[in-house]
C-alpha cells in the first residue's frame, strides 16, 4: 500500500503534463500516527500476536486476544499461506502440544489449525511436514474434558484430512479411524454429528472413483436418459438416486453459451490432474468397512448413545441427517453392500420412522433426501 502510494507520487503530474516536484520529506510525523492512517502490514501484525501468544510472561487474557486476532487473519488465504514462509507453522503447533499451554489456548490454536488450512491444499502440505495427525487425534480423547475443545479438533482434522490423501494415510497410521469411530459416541453431540459430516466429505468419491465403483458392482455408470438405480430386493433397504431425465427435445439445437472457469493455482480444483493428491473415498470406505464404522453409525441412530451434560437426551435429528448421507454415499455413489444383521436393522429403523413421518414422502423431507430414494 505505501510502496502504491510513493509510485502515484512519484509520477504524478500538473494541469500543464509537468511532473510535479517531489515533496520534501517531513521529520516530525510519527511513524504510529502513519501505521494507523495506511496500516501495518499483515506480516506484522501475524509476528506480533504469535509473539504474545507465544510468551507466557504476559497476561493470559492478552495471549487469548493475540491469537483470536491471529485467526482473523490467517482466514485470508494469502496470509495462511505466509505461516510457511514466516515459519509460524512449528511454533504454533508447540503451542498446541506444550504442557503449559493453557486448554483455552489449545482451543484457540486449533481453531487457527482449521481455518488456515481448510481448501487450501499449500497450508495442509506445510503442516503436514510436522506429522500432526497424533496431536490432534489426543484432542478427541475422553480425557478432555471440554466439549468445545473436542468439537475444534474435528474442525481442525476436517480442514487437514479433506480432498487430502496423504493426511488421511497419516490418519490410518495413527489409528485414527478407531479415534474418530469412538467420537461417534461422543457425549457431545455437536462433536459427533461434526465427525459425522466429515466422513462423509471424505467418502464422496470423484468422477474416476464412481466409475470404478459402479463397475465393481456391475452396474452401468451413469449417461444422460438412463437410471443408474442399483436393484434392490424385498429384503433390503437401499438408498439410490432416481433417474436423469432426458433433455428437453425443444432444446438440443440451442447451443449453450460459454463459460469459462477460472482456476485458483492453489486450489483442490488445480490438483485434479494429480488424483492421488486428493482422493480420499477408497480408503475412507475401506476404514468404514474393516473398522466396524458402518455399524457404529447405524447403531448410532437405531440405539442412539444418549447425550447432554447428564446423559438425558437421546437422538438427534441433525445427527440422523448427516448418518443418513454418509450411508446414501456409501450405497448409492460407492454401490457398497451392507452385512445382513446391519441391513435387517437399518431396514426396520426406517419402516418404524416412514410410519412416525406418515409416510416416505414425510420421512424424506425430514432426512433432506429424494422419497424415491428410500425402497425396501
Known sequence: MQSLLRWGIEHSTDANGNPTPPAETRKDLDPAIIDEILGRPDSELLKENLAIALDEKRELDDRLQALDNFEMLIEHIDNANDLEKLKMWEPLHNLLTSDSSDDEIKRLVLWIVGTAVQNNPSAQTSYLALSPIPALLSFLSPSIISSKTRSKAVYALSGLLKHN??????????????????ALEDSDITVRRKVAFLLNSLLIPNESEQQAAAAAAAIPTLAPSTSNAPPSSATSIMLHPSATSSPDSTSTNVRPPETVNVVHPNSHASMSADLGFFSTSADTRKALEEKGILKT????????VPHGPDG????????????????STYLVSLHGQLPADQKAKLARFVREHSDQAGGDVHLGEKWGVA???IVQ
Open 165 to 182: 490423501a496423504a493426511a488421511v494415510h497419516q490418519l490410518h497410521d495413527a489409528d485414527g479411524w478407531e479415534v474418530l469411530k469412538s
Open 371 to 373: 422419497t424415491e430414494d
Open 312 to 327: 438425558e437426551t437421546e437422538g438427534d435429528l441433525d445427527f440422523e441427517q448427516k448418518v443418513i448421507s454418509v450411508l
Open 297 to 304: 453409525l447405524i447403531d448410532g441412530i437405531v440405539s442412539p
